[in-house]
């Protein structure tokens, strides 16, 4: 029997949740009307937790419980100001309109909906008219207000026809405009339809078909946009339109940080319902444009807007349209056009996205991976999109020991040990150098600074600080930065002396080499050729996870009001900025799910914005790694980027159950990867510390060998796949006897080992079960007052206090044993037993390096660099590389034009342990949304 785990996705942002971009014709409050959250689909991480695999204490389960019947309810009971703060969707004008009392009467202005007095007797938020009693005739003229349909009815068997859903038999099911299984009011498709009518004329305005127009908003807001689709007088007398939504920067995921945005600028959707008449205000006119990255603000009349992509709500998805969305606009004579409707806006309205063919595209996708740390990320991407050519080309980190690991398992790979500020920085002047010496062509390379001043060629250059001169044999390197901790940062080229040898290598400003212009050129120009680093257009993906140590919740002093302006944040900027110079086709950003969390989801929604500014497509969703089978819950946000003119990624569903360790934010719960609820699924099993650790030799706290022999034979699929050799193609030769690496501790010292050997090995064992501990009936840990505290040799107490009063007492985390039928929550950077879950379940340890490198789900052939500390750095910093893999397949996928347009697909049976990857067909990705 196994406990389903529904998350329910609420809205990101943005109006219709963003669903409808709408609201109250009468200017009220949006907080006064009921937040449509609650009707969104709730959608299942395939967390199924298999009744023999729960957390071992009790409380756990029961929390578990709770977290089930506590996500079945989110969303639907969340208060209107909570709603409005995450960004839902405005309320439908509809829904507030009153019923004036008969004496009350006011004319419609030709700007506002009408406003009736605040005597009027106001419909419950939420509510249709039809629901009320028949209506009198001055009620039912304050309704409607100065509104009338223009011309004869649509025949009624011809408006049967053309739109069914408004005709259907009385009593039946009531039917949502938009998909959902939480029924909401807002989104009900109203029945008592009368019949229908191609015109209507709002307040002296006519209005047709097809027209785009502005919809009241609530006061202090922007009138909102939409497309007109019908208009409907119902049985009661009531007039009714039925609208199709657009939204603005704005009113999406990426809230206040779209500011910067073209106030132009909108975003088609699918979302729609049904508004009363008089929320009309006027007629707007709304271009599709064809997607570049290059569309820049238009300078138009203020009334026209624009649109270039489709939004939705789902993963936070900012796409392409494509040619049968396109097409639906040319169903109506309408402003909303495929014209060109102004000087300097090309317009594409039925032209299908070019996505290049796959037999014209070149063999490899080059790939840079910033903040690369050992390389989890880029390994698995690789992986996984081998046999759509995915070669990881550069690779930059400001850790050495990490960039050293990298370089051990990569040896192919460029990869630079510095910070990535001073990265962009090399890249923008490499660009002038290529445009000065080797003839680049490129517009990014042209030259637009005077730095590089030169003299005749003499070949020597003189040291200031001596008469002897030295002559310049070549140049090795270039970097921008102050490796020699002067003081002076800039651009350095590394220098090779005739007559030494690289240990006397030195770094050169550029000032001291102008009389070196020759050895300058030679090394730009061999460096060009060799792609030593790109310029704008040689890198096709980017990928890295961007450290933002300011929105940690161990940071006392995060700045909450303005987390941009925090410099630990800061690299979130400058991943954007590094993607924006190189303009790659695909941008894969990973990082902690906080970056969602802290300061209302500034930085997420920061992220966003700049693709999207940048013209990008994207899509944000959160991935459990536990689902790709891993023993490990580590829950963590992916944003993909997409140029406009490629197949946007998909995310991969599941294909494994997990065993619950966490959730997702409540207000981005719509944005986690996983099944929705009913959906059909094929899982395997969730995986335990069993799987993936019991073939590995037994060793000790002082183990200190860096590579031993197996000693026993695989005994799972886990175990036969993580062991395999490593691919001929990354650059490795098979080796007949396969050696274990990094199967070593972190040791413990004297009193912690002591105290190690004294918890039982069993499940649930940790220091509770030390000599000398009590547990009261509120659950928390105290000392036995009728004994002695027990002292170790070095005379220290057994019990340390830190592990009695750690989380008052109620801790179960110190000096506590995994077990095998368990997994972990997240692998951390320090495998710390004071406060962690890290001791192997049978040996008086810590787990070692190679164990805690399987929970991430790095190969056995990979290896590590630098001290233990180092090394286990390094792996708790890196991406899983199953979740890595799986997303390399996606993207692999889109590059080829194989996937379809759906937020997610599924993965083909057996992938997690599968030794290849093979090109699918066209039925091996099936999309499920």
């Known amino acids: 029997m196994a406990a389903e785990i529904p998350l329910t996705a609420p809205n990101l942002t943005g109006p219709g949740g963003h669903r409808s971009p709408i609201s109250s014709c009468d200017g009220d409050d949006p907080g006064s009307s009921v937040e449509n959250a609650g009707k969104i689909k709730p959608r299942l991480l395939s967390l199924t937790v298999s009744a023999t695999y729960r957390s071992k204490e009790n409380s756990n389960s029961a929390a578990h419980d709770g977290i089930c019947k506590r996500m079945l309810r989110s969303g639907q009971n969340r208060t209107i100001n909570q709603l409005m703060e995450n960004g839902g969707p405005r309320r439908s004008p509809r829904t507030a309109a009153r019923l004036p009392e008969p004496s009350s009467e006011k004319k419609r202005s030709s700007t506002s909906a009408d406003l009736p007095s605040s005597e009027s007797l106001k419909l419950r938020s939420g509510s249709k008219l039809k629901k009320y009693c028949s209506l009198s005739l001055k009620q039912l003229e304050h309704v409607n207000g100065s509104t009338f349909f223009v011309g004869e009815p649509v025949p009624d068997e011809e408006a049967r026809q053309r739109w069914p859903h408004h005709y259907v038999r009385q009593g039946a099911k009531r039917i949502s405009w938009n998909s959902t299984d939480i029924f909401d009011d807002e989104d009900e498709v109203i029945l008592n339809v009368k019949c229908h009518y191609l015109e209507a004329n709002v307040a002296g305005f006519v209005f047709n078909l097809g027209d785009c127009a502005h919809v009241k908003a609530e006061k202090g807001k922007s009138d909102?946009?939409?497309?007109?689709?019908?208009?409907?007088?119902?049985?009661?007398?009531?007039?009714?339109?039925?609208?199709?939504?657009?939204?603005?920067?704005?009113?999406?995921?990426?809230?206040?940080?779209?500011?910067?945005?073209?106030?132009?600028?909108?975003?088609?959707?699918?979302?729609?319902?049904?508004?009363?008449?008089?929320?009309?205000?006027?007629?707007?006119?709304?271009?599709?444009?064809?997607?570049?990255?290059?569309?820049?603000?238009?300078?138009?009349?203020?009334?026209?807007?624009?649109?270039?992509?489709?939004?939705?709500?789902?993963?936070?998805?900012?796409?392409?349209?494509?040619?049968?969305?396109?097409?639906?606009?040319?169903?109506?004579?309408?402003?909303?056009?495929?014209?060109?409707?102004?000087?300097?806006?090309?317009?594409n309205r039925s032209k299908k996205p070019t996505f290049s063919n796959f037999k014209s595209k070149k063999a490899e996708l080059s790939l840079l991976d910033l903040y690369s740390g050992c390389g989890g990320m880029s390994t698995g991407l690789c992986l996984g999109a081998k046999v759509a050519g995915v070669m990881l080309k550069w690779a930059v980190d400001v850790n050495e020991a990490a960039c050293q690991s990298l370089k051990l398992n990569h040896p192919e790979v460029q990869v630079r040990n510095e910070k990535v500020d001073d990265f962009l920085a090399l890249l923008k002047e490499w660009s002038n150098l290529c445009g000065q010496y080797a003839g680049c062509t490129s517009k990014s390379c042209k030259v637009n600074s005077t730095n590089l001043q030169v003299n005749e060629p003499n070949l020597k250059t003189c040291n200031e600080t001596s008469t002897k001169e030295y002559e310049v044999l070549k140049i090795v390197d270039i970097c921008y930065g102050d490796p020699h901790k002067s003081g002076k940062h800039g651009l350095k080229f590394k220098v090779r002396w005739k007559g030494y040898d690289s240990s006397d290598d030195t770094?050169?400003?550029?000032?001291?080499?102008?009389?070196?212009?020759?050895?300058?050129?030679?090394?730009?120009?061999?460096?060009?050729?060799?792609?030593?680093?790109?310029?704008?257009?040689?890198?096709?993906?980017?990928?890295?996870?961007?450290?933002?140590?300011?929105?940690?919740?161990?940071?006392?002093?995060?700045?909450?009001?303005?987390?941009?302006?925090?410099?630990?944040?800061?690299?979130?900027?400058?991943?954007?900025?590094?993607?924006?110079?190189?303009?790659?086709?695909?941008?894969?950003?990973?990082?902690?799910?906080?970056?969602?969390?802290?300061?209302?989801?500034?930085?997420?929604?920061?992220?966003?914005?700049?693709?999207?500014?940048?013209?990008?497509?994207?899509?944000?969703?959160i991935m459990a790694a536990s689902c790709y089978g891993l023993p490990q819950f580590r829950l963590r946000v992916f944003l993909w980027g997409?140029?406009?003119?490629?197949?946007?990624?998909?995310?991969?569903?599941?294909?494994?159950?997990?065993?619950?360790?966490?959730?997702?934010?409540?207000?981005?719960?719509?944005?986690?990867?996983?099944?929705?609820?009913?959906?059909?699924?094929?899982?395997?099993?969730?995986?335990?510390?069993?799987?993936?650790?019991?073939?590995?030799?037994?060793?000790?706290?002082?183990?200190?060998?860096?590579?031993?022999?197996?000693?026993?034979?695989?005994?799972?699929?886990?175990?036969?796949?993580?062991r395999r050799p490593k691919f001929q193609d990354l650059g490795s030769v098979t080796s007949t006897n396969p050696m274990l690496y990094d199967h070593r501790p972190l040791r413990l010292g004297e009193d912690d080992y002591l105290r190690v050997c004294q918890i039982p090995h069993?499940?649930?064992?940790?220091?509770?079960?030390?000599?000398?501990?009590?547990?009261?009936?509120?659950?928390?840990?105290?000392?036995?007052?009728?004994?002695?505290?027990?002292?170790?040799?070095?005379?220290?107490?057994?019990?340390?206090?830190?592990?009695?009063?750690?989380?008052?007492?109620?801790?179960?985390?110190?000096?506590a044993r995994l077990w095998w039928d368990d997994a972990v929550s997240t692998v951390l950077t320090v495998p710390d037993s004071h406060c962690q879950v890290v001791l192997h379940p049978e040996q008086d340890r810590v787990l070692t390096i190679r164990e805690t490198a399987r929970l991430q789900g790095f190969p056995d052939y990979y290896r590590f660099c630098g001290s233990v500390r180092e090394r286990y750095r390094q792996i708790g910093n890196a991406v899983a590389v199953p979740v890595a893999r799986v997303l390399g397949y996606t993207l692999g996928l889109a590059w080829m034009k194989q996937s379809a347009d759906g937020h997610l697909m599924t993965l083909p049976p057996k992938f997690a342990f599968s030794d290849t990857v093979e090109q699918p067909s066209s039925s091996s990705s099936g999309i499920q949304q």
């Not at 349209?321 to 014209?339: P, T």
């Not at 009936?777 to 040799?793: E, F, G, T, V, Y």
Request: contains cysteine; proline residues 7%.
């Open 762 to 815: 069993r499940k649930g064992a940790n220091f509770r079960d030390l000599p000398g501990v009590i547990v009261g009936a509120d659950n928390k840990a105290q000392l036995d007052p009728s004994i002695d505290r027990k002292l170790l040799p070095s005379g220290r107490p057994l019990v340390p206090n830190y592990a009695i009063n750690y989380s008052n007492g109620k801790s179960l985390r110190s000096f």
């Open 507 to 621: 770094w050169e400003p550029l000032e001291n080499l102008s009389n070196c212009k020759d050895r300058v050129k030679d090394f730009v120009r061999e460096g060009y050729l060799s792609k030593l680093l790109p310029l704008p257009g040689d890198v096709d993906v980017i990928c890295g996870g961007p450290p933002c140590q300011g929105i940690s919740g161990f940071n006392r002093f995060r700045n909450v009001d303005a987390p941009l302006d925090d410099e630990r944040n800061r690299q979130i900027v400058v991943f954007m900025d590094t993607v924006q110079f190189l303009k790659p086709k695909y941008v894969l950003m990973e990082n902690v799910v906080d970056i969602l969390k802290f300061a209302k989801a500034t930085l997420g929604r920061y992220a966003l914005s700049r693709l999207i500014e940048m013209n990008y497509q994207a899509r944000l969703g």
């Open 224 to 347: 909102y946009v939409g497309r007109i689709l019908e208009f409907f007088k119902t049985t009661k007398g009531e007039n009714y339109f039925t609208v199709q939504w657009f939204f603005r920067a704005d009113d999406t995921v990426m809230k206040d940080q779209s500011e910067s945005h073209d106030k132009k600028r909108l975003f088609y959707s699918s979302l729609k319902n049904d508004n009363l008449l008089n929320c009309l205000v006027s007629k707007v006119k709304v271009a599709q444009v064809a997607p570049s990255v290059e569309l820049k603000s238009r300078s138009a009349p203020s009334f026209y807007f624009y649109y270039d992509m489709k939004y939705s709500v789902d993963y936070s998805t900012f796409q392409t349209i494509d040619s049968s969305e396109s097409g639906e606009m040319s169903d109506f004579s309408s402003n909303c056009s495929g014209a060109d409707p102004f000087s300097g806006i090309q317009m």
């Open 642 to 722: 997409c140029h406009p003119n490629e197949k946007l990624p998909q995310f991969p569903l599941p294909n494994h159950e997990a065993i619950m360790k966490g959730g997702a934010p409540v207000e981005f719960e719509r944005n986690l990867v996983g099944y929705d609820e009913g959906q059909p699924r094929m899982l395997e099993k969730a995986l335990v510390l069993e799987d993936i650790l019991s073939d590995l030799p037994p060793i000790t706290n002082t183990e200190e060998r860096e590579e031993m022999p197996y000693m026993k034979d695989p005994q799972t699929d886990f175990q036969r796949f993580i």
